[in-house]
C-alpha cells in the first residue's frame, strides 16, 4: 500500500461543485454536519483516500472490517450548487500525514472541479454557551464579504492559535493552488460532542450554497447531550442539602 492513495469508485459529473470538509475535530462539529448532510441529501460515494498515517486499525459494521479511510461523497440537489463532501472517523496522527493527506484530499477535489473549499469545525470557547456564534476565517477578500453576508463574524486573532489539522491545511495549501477556501467555526465548549454548533454551522453553509436539508435529527441529539450536561452539573452541585420540612418526616 502506498503512503497515500486514492480509490476511485465512481464517475460523477458534478458542475461547478463545492468541497465542505467535515473530519473529526473539537465537538465534533464537521463531521457532525458533513453526517448529517449526507443523511438528509441523496448522495453517492465518488472516492475513497487510504493513508499509513490514519490509525493502525479497521472499521467494523455488521461483522464486516474496512480499513480506515476518508471518503468523498458527490451530492447533486435538486436547488443550490453540486457538493463533494469529505468525512470520515479519522486524522492523520503526525504533521507529515496531514500535509500528505490534505493534499491527496486537494488532487481529488481538483480533480472533480472543485471551485471553492469550505472547512467545517469548532472553535473551542471553554464553557458551556447559549447562543452559538460562527466564526470564519477565509483566503481571498471576496470570500470574506460572503461569509460576513450571512452572518459570519471574524475577530481580531481568534481562533487563538489559529486553526489546526485537516482544517487549517485546506486553507493553507487551497491558496497555494489558487483555490479560494474558508473555515467556518461553530462556537462549541470543547467538552462534549456538540449538535448545535454543527446545525449553527450548517444554517451558515445552508444560506451559502442554496441546499434544504431538515434539522430534527441534529435538534433531537441536540436534546440528549443537553440532558447530559444537566447531569453533570447535577453531580458537580452535589447532593441537595435537606431542608427542616425534609428532615420531619427522617426516622
Not at 471518503?71 to 447533486?76: C, I, L, P, Y
Not at 457538493?83 to 479519522?90: I, M, N, R, T, Y
Not at 449538535?195 to 435529527?217: H, M, N, R, T, W
Request: charged share 25%.
Amino acid at each position: 500500500m502506498d503512503e497515500f492513495e486514492i480509490e476511485w469508485v465512481a464517475d460523477v459529473d458534478l458542475d461547478a461543485p463545492v468541497l465542505v470538509e467535515g473530519l473529526p475535530g473539537v465537538g465534533h462539529v464537521g463531521k457532525l454536519a458533513a453526517e448529517h448532510l449526507l443523511e438528509e441529501l441523496e448522495s453517492e460515494l465518488l472516492a475513497r483516500v487510504y493513508s499509513q498515517h490514519f490509525p493502525p486499525q479497521v472499521s467494523v459494521e455488521d461483522g464486516h472490517a474496512e480499513l480506515a479511510n476518508a471518503e468523498f461523497h458527490a451530492v447533486t440537489p435538486d436547488e443550490g450548487q453540486d457538493v463533494l463532501v469529505l468525512s470520515g472517523d479519522h486524522q492523520a496522527q503526525d504533521n507529515v500525514g496531514h500535509y500528505g493527506l490534505t493534499d491527496a484530499f486537494l488532487d481529488v477535489a481538483e480533480e472533480v472541479g472543485v471551485e471553492t473549499v469550505y472547512a467545517l469545525g469548532g472553535v473551542p470557547t471553554g464553557e458551556l454557551i447559549e447562543e452559538y456564534d460562527v466564526l470564519g476565517a477565509a483566503t481571498v477578500e471576496s470570500l470574506t464579504d460572503e461569509l460576513e453576508d450571512v452572518g459570519v463574524e471574524f475577530r481580531d486573532n481568534e481562533p487563538a492559535g489559529g486553526i489546526v489539522g485537516v482544517s487549517g491545511l485546506l486553507l493553507g495549501l487551497s491558496e497555494r493552488r489558487d483555490v479560494p477556501a474558508a473555515c467556518l467555526m461553530g462556537e462549541t465548549s470543547g467538552y462534549l460532542v456538540d449538535p448545535k454548533s454543527a446545525q449553527a454551522v450548517l444554517e451558515i453553509l445552508q444560506d451559502l450554497i442554496g441546499f434544504d436539508v431538515d434539522y430534527a435529527s441534529l435538534e433531537e441529539r441536540a436534546e440528549e447531550m443537553e440532558e447530559v450536561v444537566r447531569k453533570i452539573q447535577e453531580m458537580e452541585q452535589g447532593p441537595a442539602t435537606p431542608s427542616d420540612e425534609d428532615l420531619r418526616y427522617i426516622g
